[in-house]
């Protein structure tokens, strides 16, 4: 009667032990994985070995669960009607249920949560021995699972996907282990290869060129001034590029102040320009950046015209935000709030920054990549300062327009439902 007791109470420990490790085991992280498989030697590794194989640990250590409750239950009962006769069974098994409940599964489950790597590294030997003893059970189980599976949700499999990639982040800013900034710059990683070149791009109406032909000693002083490190040059018409020129060497060839710097034009000092389309994407537009060792390029619309120019600049400010230069006046953010439910935008506000700072999901065209853009399309018209819209989202006022675009807007938003 002692062994049995005995019996019974190593069959409870080996099921605090199979709940312990099935915790430890699945809340490792990819991080702690790859950690212990480099500093803590062969059980290291076997962690990462099981961890990998998820339907033979799982199923494991599940039958080696089910096999000492379903044995510890059986013996409790035999023990009780040795004792006390049937009629005690069922105080025992609800005695049992308790005992397992607290001793068995939520207190060694939680102590797995906190210390998973210790309790993971002093199990994964056991673990790893039972894995191959129980190996015909596992794939008789794991075979018959895959079928009812396959059954029930065909053609059907867990991923990661962006989705839910970002939400994690989101809730790892929500937790503080994540802080705002740092939430937006790993959002813009992700999100920047199927960002266009078309939505960080200076707009050709915004670019500064000058005509190839202009003496460098006319256009000097103007080029300096300007604070720019590259300037694009035209032949003829400002849109049709041929050229660019670096202010490097414009201040190199001014500075010679011989005969041939007092004739010398921007062409003889112009390189050639690299295109690019406009629907290239930021990622692919960087990383030739990097290989062809360039810092500007010049983007070509559909029909091959000018659509405007981008530099390495602006593809990193795209995912750390504006860079001020030393004399560069300072500048407010796009999204500014001016009340509880408005706020003024500028024009060239992205939908992401919408989305990220308002919530709100703006229904736009593929093609239109700002908020000023966005408005076009609904108003169908040139908007003037002054004009208003509203739309589901809320209510708009254009408070600034110059040369037939949107620099700023008030927006009003709708009251929400509850």
């Known amino acids: 009667m002692l062994t049995q007791m005995i019996f019974l109470f190593f069959l409870l420990v080996f099921s605090a032990f199979f709940s312990s490790s099935e915790t430890a085991f699945t809340s490792l992280t990819l991080y702690q994985i790859e950690h212990l498989s480099k500093e803590r030697g062969a059980r290291g590794r076997w962690i990462k070995d099981l961890s990998g194989k998820s339907d033979i640990l799982l199923t494991t250590l599940l039958i080696g669960n089910n096999l000492v409750n379903i044995g510890a239950s059986a013996l409790a009962t035999s023990l009780t009607i040795s004792f006390w006769g049937n009629r005690f069974v069922g105080y025992t098994t609800g005695l049992l249920t308790l005992v397992v409940l607290i001793f068995c599964e939520v207190t060694p489950k939680q102590l797995a949560m906190v210390h998973n790597e210790a309790i993971a590294l002093f199990t994964v030997p056991a673990v790893k021995i039972l894995s191959y003893m129980f190996r015909p059970f596992i794939w008789a189980v794991t075979a018959i699972s895959n079928l009812l599976i396959s059954l029930f949700s065909p053609g059907e499999s867990r991923k990661l996907t962006l989705d839910s990639l970002l939400h994690l982040v989101n809730m790892g800013r929500d937790m503080g282990i994540v802080q705002d900034y740092e939430n937006r710059m790993v959002k813009k990683v992700f999100t920047i290869n199927e960002t266009p070149v078309q939505a960080i791009m200076t707009h050709r109406k915004d670019v500064y060129c000058l005509d190839k032909n202009l003496s460098v000693l006319s ?5 300096v001034d300007s604070g720019r490190a590259r300037i694009p040059v035209y032949h003829k018409d400002p849109e049709n590029i041929v050229g660019i020129v670096l202010v490097q060497d414009l201040i190199k060839a001014v500075m010679r102040e011989d005969s041939a710097s007092e004739s010398l034009k921007l062409k003889d000092l112009m390189i050639e320009p ?37 530099t390495q600049q602006d593809v990193v400010e795209e995912i750390f935000g504006h860079i001020a230069d030393e004399d560069e006046e300072k500048r407010g953010h796009k ?3 001016t009340g509880k439910h408005s706020w003024e935008l500028q024009g060239d506000t992205d939908f992401f920054e919408i989305r990220e700072i308002l919530g709100i999901d703006l229904n736009h065209d593929k093609d239109t990549m700002t908020l000023g853009g966005y408005l076009i399309d609904q108003m169908g018209e040139i908007p003037q300062t002054g004009a208003t819209l509203r739309l589901d989202e809320g209510f708009y006022r254009i408070v600034e327009a110059e040369n037939n675009r949107i620099v700023r807007v008030e927006f009003n938003a709708a009251p929400r439902e509850a």
């Open 335 to 337: 999204i500014r709030p």
């Open 219 to 223: 256009v000097y002083e103007e080029i």
């Open 274 to 310: 690299f295109f690019v389309p406009e629907n290239r994407k930021v990622n692919e537009l960087f990383n030739q950046f990097k290989q062809e060792k360039l810092n500007i390029a010049v983007v070509l619309d559909e029909y091959g015209g000018l659509a405007g120019v981008v």
